[in-house]
């Protein structure tokens, strides 16, 4: 079930901080746009995702986290297919998403969910992250742009 966070966004810095492992960076967006949590029939929250629109019927997914106890499991896709209906159903026209090149798992789970690729920004993680990240065994350096038409 989603819900929408209208208080206490400091609470879920936890979560968001296993998708973006910089908290300058998720403090910098995470009083604007939209917070959204998707929770359990029981209350217990599975994930979250930040939200921003960047134009007119554009919109932003900041970050998209999940739990790990619930991650593999289709949480995360049941997940953004749910905000995907919703952006939709109040005519957004787009979805953007930026990962790193070392994320092939959420460059297959993006793709999956329709996502094409638009852009590479070479060395962003190397420039803005103040320790090397790594994934897999491959150093997250590049920022892939994808974008959903909806």
């Not at 005519?91 to 993006?110: C, D, K, P």
């Not at 999956?112 to 790594?134: N, W």
Request: net charge negative.
């Amino acid at each position: 079930m989603l819900h929408a966070v209208q208080k206490n966004r400091e609470a879920y810095l936890p979560l968001l901080l296993l998708a973006d492992p910089s908290e300058t960076l998720v403090r910098s967006y995470l009083h604007e746009g939209e917070l959204l949590s998707w929770l359990t029939d029981e209350g217990e929250t599975v994930g979250v995702m930040h939200l921003l629109a960047v134009e007119t019927g554009v919109v932003e997914v900041k970050n998209l986290a999940v739990r790990e106890a619930y991650q593999g499991n289709g949480h995360g896709k049941q997940f953004m297919q749910e905000v995907l209906n919703m952006l939709r159903a109040r005519g957004e026209q787009q979805v953007l998403v930026r990962t790193g090149n070392s994320s092939i798992g959420n460059l297959a789970f993006y793709q999956k969910l329709g996502f094409r690729m638009t852009e590479i920004e070479a060395d962003y993680f190397v420039r803005l992250y103040d320790q090397p990240i790594y994934e897999d065994g491959i150093q997250c350096r590049d920022r892939i742009h994808m974008a959903c038409p909806l």
